[in-house]
């Protein structure tokens, strides 16, 4: 008891004597930065008084601060931002589900808007924006040279209101302008639909709504094909999702683990950091899973892509998310108004960060570009080679199988033809399905 008493005291004493010798120059230094920080707020007074007293016009001193106070902060990352209080309450709205606009999320690059991706049934999706698209103008004035927020401002309007936006197209050689209608934007979180036997989960957003709507439409998908062991497998569909809360993040991996590291979050100190672990359930107890993701894949998606590869409870398909590795906390100020701060990093379940590098796909499919109509007339003339021996007049009739095997046959003729129309319309859906298919086949449990 006195050898410990003793080391804890020489702990003590040498602590003092090492305060003693440093101590001298750390206040010094610290003196010496209030100093330099009292100085450039004297600075910042001086210009805020300057401009309020000459400037070629007079100008909003609530304008002018929060303005300062919006340039503090996304000078330090694209994803800060100041947000008055009608921006704070149209964000929570959003989180909710409902707002009025285009229907786009978008980030900042090179001083212009950059889509990161429709949203889905929105009227910029039906407009034909995509996402990698650059806006350079809006109803003709230039985006360059406005913050984010500002540009966004200038692209919100009344509902019914008409925008006229210019757009900047990897590939394309000219700018070219899009009209596009204002509307309600009515976020549905989740949709599902079964293509032959396989549920297609398509995840446009992670509001409040998405875990509840992604059970729930899993389990109607689920009595739609007769039950879970009537089903081969599953797509999880991440285009073009732009993410939300980090929270819905964890809920969505975690339907589909049973157990392990989900995501974890480090901050600028080690007590600020967070791991998030997978509990027990599997909502479709270990079936088959393709995760689909593209350049619009951003953020919260990007995290349940990363969780479930690290696992290899899916195959990752399509092609290289967005890189967004940030986790912005939005912290209420006075005024009603919020400071969106970029607080963390998130890693995936192996350690990795993904911030400006994105989630790399399993397999690289790229969707390839929509093909042109063809005219009527070719669609009408007959095609070369589409004859078969079932066409010609005086065959003779396959007399080697019952009805009901003639009756399967054509089911699964027609699921055939289901599966080459829908590689037409959506050939990485129409690939992740297939892949599926192929691991039913073999029997492959993952």
Do not use: C, W
Request: net charge negative; charged share 25%.
């Amino acid at each position: 008891m006195k050898k410990f008493v003793m080391a804890a005291l020489g702990g003590t004493l040498a602590g003092a004597v090492l305060a003693t010798q440093v101590a001298g120059p750390l206040v010094a230094q610290e003196a010496s930065r209030k100093s330099s920080v009292y100085e450039q707020l004297d600075l910042f007074g001086d210009i805020f008084e300057r401009i309020r007293a000459q400037y070629v016009e007079p100008v909003e001193e609530a304008e002018l601060i929060e303005a300062a106070i919006n340039g503090m902060l996304t000078s330090l990352d694209p994803h800060s931002s100041y947000l008055p209080p009608k921006d704070f309450d149209d964000m929570q709205v959003q989180t909710r589900g409902e707002f009025g606009g285009l229907g786009i999320e978008v980030t900042q690059e090179e001083g212009f808007v950059k889509v990161v991706s429709p949203i889905d049934g929105t009227p910029a999706d039906e407009a034909g924006i995509e996402a990698g698209d650059f806006i350079t103008h809006v109803d003709g004035a230039s985006v360059l040279g406005l913050t984010l927020d500002e540009a966004v401002e200038l692209m919100r309007g009344p509902v019914g209101s008409e925008i006229l936006i210019t757009v900047v197209r990897e590939g394309v050689d000219e700018p070219f302008e899009v009209t596009i209608i204002r509307d309600t934007i009515k976020l549905t979180a989740v949709r599902s639909r079964v293509e032959g036997d396989t549920v297609v989960l398509r995840v446009t957003t992670f509001n409040d709504q998405t875990y509840p709507n992604l059970k729930e439409e899993f389990e109607q998908s689920v009595e739609e094909l007769g039950g879970l062991e009537s089903v081969n497998g599953i797509v999880l569909d991440l285009r073009n999702n732009p993410g939300g809360l980090l929270t819905q993040a964890i809920k969505v991996s975690d339907a589909f683990l049973d157990a392990g590291e989900i995501v974890s979050t480090r901050g600028r100190n080690p007590q600020d950091s967070d791991r998030y672990n997978a509990r027990d359930g599997d909502l479709t107890e270990g079936k088959p899973m393709v995760v689909l993701i593209n350049g619009g894949s951003a953020s919260a998606s990007e995290i349940v892509a990363g969780a479930l590869q690290d696992h290899r409870r899916a195959i990752v398909v399509g092609t290289k998310s967005f890189g967004k590795g940030s986790v912005q906390t939005v912290m209420p100020l006075k005024g009603d108004g919020a400071m969106r701060l970029t607080t963390a990093r998130y890693y995936t379940p192996s350690g990795r960060s993904i911030q400006a590098l994105g989630v790399s796909p399993d397999i690289v499919v790229q969707q390839p570009p929509t093909r042109p109509t063809d005219d009527e007339e070719d669609e009408a003339a007959p095609r070369r080679g589409a004859r078969s021996e079932a066409d010609l007049r005086g065959r003779l009739d396959n007399d080697s199988i019952t009805e009901d095997e003639r009756r399967q046959l054509e089911e699964e003729r027609a699921k055939a033809e289901a599966a080459a129309k829908l590689r037409e319309e959506d050939y990485q859906l129409a690939y992740a399905i297939d892949i599926l298919k192929g691991l039913s086949a073999l029997g492959t449990e993952q």
